[in-house]
């Protein structure tokens, strides 16, 4: 059957508005995952706050880390308030003696981290490679890879000594396939697939396992926010789900990851992309 203009087989209905929404109330419970300590950096809003919502609903205590201190206090406050643990920690994850500080911290009051997810970052900025400024270059770099690997850095000695841990780290679907005017954030999330691969290789023998999630065009609150109803419309129809994926889809995966039932996965780069895969 051909296809109409709007991208959807003829006869068929474009999909309907789905409102942000909170994890999956249908996650499956991970056991394991209770009473186990987890850092979620990014975590006062987007992704990183609701990987710490759906964590903290399993059992985990979560130290959520990030700059935004009302936002990221209401997150843990909020946590709080359905029976969960949680901390705030405002701290900018590209300064290594900001991240050294709140691992004492999560230390003194959660105890070990069992689970790292390092979600920080931003959102791209089209800038054409002429007018990419060696400044802009390296904000973009240090943003999202060099934040990853200092809070690696940073939390894997307990992870190593105890020769158990799950590490997780974002990238998007940029890291895989060229834009136009989108250097300096593609290299970077192309440099975390790597980074999460090398470091699978490394920390393997040690019990230790670490995987990516790529999303695609997620729906944030920010982002719901700022972007009109028809381009999340034809966002919606570039993916074969049709539609734009949730924050909560991104949490149940790195729930998944985060736990035993993942335990023979490391190394990978996840698509939670509803169907859209890149080449």
């Given at each position: 059957m051909p296809p109409t203009d709007s991208g959807l087989g003829a006869?068929?209905?474009p999909p309907a508005e789905k409102p942000a929404q909170p994890v999956h109330p249908d996650v499956p419970v991970y056991p394991d995952l209770a009473g186990k300590v987890a850092v979620v950096t990014g975590g006062s809003r987007g992704i990183?706050?609701?990987t710490g919502r759906a964590l903290a609903a399993q059992g985990v205590a979560v130290c959520l880390v990030g700059?935004?201190?009302p936002a990221l206090f209401a997150v843990a406050e909020e946590i709080g308030k359905q029976g969960g643990t949680?901390?705030?920690?405002?701290?900018?994850?590209?300064?290594?003696g900001a991240l050294r500080r709140v691992?004492?911290?999560v230390a003194a009051e959660l105890g070990p981290v069992d689970v790292l997810a390092a979600?920080?970052?931003g959102r791209?900025?089209?800038?054409?490679?002429?007018?990419?400024t060696e400044e802009r270059w390296h904000q973009v770099l240090d943003s999202e890879l060099t934040s990853a690997f200092l809070t690696v850095r940073t939390f894997l000695p307990g992870m190593v000594e105890r020769f158990s841990g799950s590490i997780l780290t974002l990238s998007s679907s940029a890291g895989r396939q060229p834009g136009q005017a989108n250097l300096a954030y593609?290299?970077?999330h192309a440099g975390l697939t790597m980074l999460t691969r090398q470091l699978a290789t490394e920390l393997g023998p040690q019990g230790i396992r670490v995987n990516c999630l790529a999303p695609t065009a997620v729906r944030t609150e920010k982002t719901a926010a700022a972007m009109p109803k028809e381009v999340q419309h034809k966002l919606a129809l570039r993916h074969p789900l049709r539609r734009m994926g949730e924050p909560g889809d991104v949490a149940s995966t790195a729930l998944f990851l985060a736990s035993d039932a993942a335990g023979y996965l490391t190394g990978l780069t996840i698509d939670v992309a509803g169907g859209r895969i890149t080449n």
């Open positions: 006869g068929a209905k990183g706050a609701e700059r935004d201190r949680a901390i705030g920690a405002v701290a900018d994850v590209t300064d290594a691992a004492d911290r979600f920080a970052g791209s900025s089209l800038i054409p490679t002429p007018d990419l593609g290299v970077a």
